[in-house]
């Protein structure tokens, strides 16, 4: 079946433009989560939705960061005023709600700031 | 969540098993023990978890210490698409802690033909 979509892939931008990442879960996948991977680099979290409840944000390095989620299907990641540090692979990862531990990732997008 | 420690790079002949050690003595009651690779270019995956009795799965063993102070994954007989980063993670199942681990630097396994 299909497994969680990540778009784009690649996006190059300029420093203090806008941008936003979009991830597609697995369909059934109640538990979506945003993570950071710098080059070379661990995952670090970044933002947690679970159905209906409200979004666990602590990860958020900034409030340059958000992030929304339509119902439990897309999620959309934004980042304002992009910063060359905000150069990165971003993750994207679903679950079902029961097998929380058994996330499935995205294959990620690679932002570039320059 | 507790914190792991593992070799950063380990090398491994092809056929032969792979053994990848993670100490974790900070490991609280609640918390499991979670296993993910990531070939290059690609999102995490996931391999197998744990809490005390060791499993096994049609990827890999996990053998965890009777004082579950460090675990060791066993890749029976590596293949050279078996190459990739291999994060140890501890954390706690339930779902309100679940997603805030950040895996660390991992272990880069090379599988050499």
């Known amino acids: 079946g299909a497994g969680v979509s990540q778009s784009p892939s690649n996006k190059v931008t300029e420093k203090g433009k806008d941008v936003e990442l979009r991830c597609d879960p697995i369909?059934?996948?109640?538990?979506l989560y945003w993570y950071r991977q710098r080059l070379g680099q661990g995952l670090e979290f970044l933002i947690y939705?679970?159905?209906?409840?409200?979004?666990?944000k602590s990860g958020l390095p900034s409030d340059r960061f958000s992030a929304e989620r339509t119902g439990e299907s897309v999620s959309t990641l934004t980042i304002q005023r992009t910063q060359q540090e905000d150069s990165a692979v971003y993750l994207c990862?679903?679950?079902?709600?029961?097998?929380?531990?058994?996330?499935?990732f995205g294959p990620g997008t690679r932002l570039t700031v320059t | 969540d507790a914190k792991t420690t593992q070799p950063t790079s380990m090398d491994c002949a092809e056929g032969r098993a792979a053994n990848l050690p993670c100490n974790h003595s900070?490991?609280?009651?609640?918390?499991?023990v979670y296993w993910y690779r990531q070939i290059h270019s690609q999102g995490p995956q996931y391999i197998i978890h744990?809490?005390?009795n060791n499993e096994t799965n049609e990827m890999a063993s996990l053998i965890i210490t009777e004082d579950r102070k460090s675990s060791t994954l066993i890749l029976p007989h590596a293949t050279l698409r078996d190459t990739a980063v291999y994060y140890c993670?501890?954390?706690?199942?339930?779902?309100?802690?679940?997603?805030?681990?950040?895996f660390g630097d991992g272990t880069t396994l090379t599988v050499k033909p």
């Open positions: 939705f679970q159905g209906n409840s409200a979004p666990d």
């Open positions: 744990g809490l005390k």
């Open positions: 900070t490991i609280s009651g609640n918390e499991y």
């Open positions: 993670i501890v954390r706690a199942r339930e779902h309100t802690n679940a997603g805030k681990s950040t």
């Open positions: 990862a679903s679950s079902l709600v029961h097998a929380i531990y058994e996330q499935y």
């Open positions: 369909s059934g996948h109640t538990a």
